[in-house]
């Protein structure tokens, strides 16, 4: 690393009210942060990448020459705004996000009828995770029938967790190809054990058209401890008559719009 990145730093630092803030907010001993910024030390690659996602910034951004940098970092701010609108933005959300997510760690099959492939019902896997206060969630798919053999079409997505007033908002994007961001809105957890969680999802379909889609959702929680790849060959695309896809399960996700109604709405029955 060069000494742009040690300016570059000191700069994106100066978006928050202290060097004690930020290094609040990223969870990172302060002692050793001045080390960064003085240029005494480097980060790991990890702490780099921890840092590039905090602020907002490309890894390649925070090395580019410091004037050059100091234009990429004005563009991305508003007009009058303190700090980077769009980390600032996530941090009030991340802020005012309950704490109850601590419960819903660990890993789950998602289960939606895949936007992709019309009539298949996708099953996904998910972990959720939390580190320095945020909760952040990745999805792994298959998009490939599970009763074939022959490669298998991976999708990945990176996202973050919020628990706003009784509901649990995702938001994530498609990070191999960075072409696609998605929502899911989840009802809570009622219940003393976590079993199942169920809401809407709003993306966009993989073909030429990409048309915006809403699909319904189920969560169905593995645990804390799983043998990732084992689960991971059970993802991919299902017939819906597939003995693998509980009939409850099928219910909950099945996209149909009653008499009388004028939105589509969660399913919640028989969770």
């Known amino acids: 690393m060069n000494d742009d990145f040690q300016r570059n730093l000191r700069l994106l630092t100066e978006h928050y009210k202290s060097i004690a803030d930020a290094c609040r907010r990223l969870g990172i001993n302060r002692s050793q942060y001045n080390k960064y910024l003085s240029g005494r030390s480097y980060p790991s690659r990890h702490i780099f990448k921890k840092l590039c996602d905090f602020f ?44 109850d997510l601590k419960e819903y760690q660990g ?4 289960y939606s009828y ?41 999708g990945r997505y990176q996202g973050l967790a919020f628990y706003l007033n009784d509901r649990i908002f995702l938001v994530d994007f498609e990070s191999l190809v960075g072409i696609e961001i998605s929502q899911t809105i989840l009802y809570p957890n009622n219940k003393t054990r976590l079993t199942r969680l169920a809401g809407l999802k709003l993306g966009v379909s993989a073909s030429n058209r990409r048309d915006p889609l809403c699909a319904r959702v189920v969560w169905v929680a593995l645990g804390h401890d799983v043998d990732v790849r084992s689960a991971l060959r059970q993802c991919g695309l299902y017939d819906p008559e597939s003995p693998e896809i509980e009939p409850d399960i099928k219910a909950t996700i099945e996209n149909s719009i009653g008499d009388g109604a004028f939105h589509f709405s969660v399913v919640t029955d028989g969770l």
């Open 114 to 154: 895949s936007m992709a492939y019309p009539g298949q019902i996708l099953r996904s896997l998910i972990r959720v995770s939390s580190e320095a206060g945020v909760t952040s969630y990745q999805r792994l798919e298959n998009l490939a029938r599970v009763d074939q053999a022959g490669p298998r079409v991976r």
């Open 107 to 110: 890993f789950y099959f998602e």
């Open 56 to 99: 907002g910034v490309e890894e390649y951004e925070i090395l580019l020459p410091h004037d050059e940098f100091e234009n990429i970092v004005r563009l991305k701010m508003n007009v009058g705004s303190p700090s980077l609108s769009y980390t600032s933005y996530l941090d009030q959300l991340v802020n005012r996000s309950r704490n």
